[in-house]
């Protein structure tokens, strides 16, 4: 398929993490200029690096950036928008995952889990995206142009199997907590709400909802998963870039307020 390039700017918040480094890679395969904008200079430093090794003439700009901060949110934006002139993507990918087999001893039950860890996770998942779509919005609208791509997961459409997530030998069970449901399901009424009322400017706005990726989780969770999953594997890394190339070019300029589902047939299951 020949792809479209394009001279758009794009800001990916979480920039820095394992998913950002490829949303980045499918813009930068588009001609996208990319902004990654993360918490975590080091994480931004070395995605940045890969990228420059990957992509030697292609354009990429590292900003770091506290999301659940209105003022840092206003002031990366507006300094993007002086470098650049513009914004014309927006993927908000920026989230606090929990995976089993981590180090963290963090008691993930619902009757344990804590106002503290509740507050941190919607400040980053659900107050993050509004601040970047509040403030990336207001340029694009100024433009009368512009794509918001919020990723989502296939926990926004169904509910976390928590027996596939308990490992032999762990000291405290791992669940999947209650916030990751709260947020990626909220993540898709943000999308909603934002497509209806960007429209008159120009501005669509979907979600990717992403199903379980394999990045060395424990041989036991990956059997579970893959028992729930009719193609029986999980997804590789890179498998997901067709589906932001589509989600953030005129390939989908008619598509606006929707939740595209690439799960390896999961939810349908």
Request: hydrophobic share 40%; proline share 4%; with cysteine.
């Amino acid at each position: 398929m020949n792809i479209p390039q394009s001279k758009d700017v794009a800001i990916i918040t979480g920039g820095g993490g394992f998913l950002g480094f490829q949303h980045a890679i499918a813009l930068i395969e588009l001609g996208v200029c990319v902004c990654l904008i993360d918490i975590n200079q080091a994480a931004l430093d070395s995605a940045s690096l890969r990228l420059r090794n990957l992509y030697p003439s292609s354009k990429i700009y590292t900003f770091v950036c506290d999301i659940t901060s209105e003022f840092a949110v206003a002031n990366v934006v507006n300094e993007i928008e002086k470098q650049l002139n513009r914004v014309d993507i927006l993927i908000n990918n920026a989230s606090i995952d929990h995976v089993p087999g981590s180090l963290e001893e963090l008691d993930n039950s619902f009757e344990n889990f804590s106002l503290q860890q509740w507050n941190l996770e919607l400040a980053v998942g659900l107050t993050g995206t509004f601040l970047t779509s509040k403030y990336v919005g207001q340029v694009m609208r100024k433009n009368r142009k512009g794509v918001i791509l919020n990723i989502a997961s296939d926990l926004s459409v169904i509910s976390p199997d928590q027996r596939i997530y308990q490992v032999d030998g762990a000291e405290i069970p791992f669940y999947k907590p209650v916030t990751y449901s709260a947020i990626k399901s909220g993540i898709l009424g943000i999308t909603r709400y934002l497509a209806t009322y960007w429209a008159p400017f120009g501005i669509r706005a979907n979600a990717l909802s992403p199903g379980g990726v394999s990045n060395d989780q424990p041989v036991e969770f990956q059997k579970k998963l893959i028992n729930l999953i009719p193609m029986n594997r999980m997804a590789q890394p890179d498998e997901y870039r067709g589906a932001v190339q589509f989600l953030c070019s005129d390939m989908s300029k008619y598509m606006t307020g929707q939740n595209l589902v690439v799960d390896g047939g999961r939810t349908v299951w």
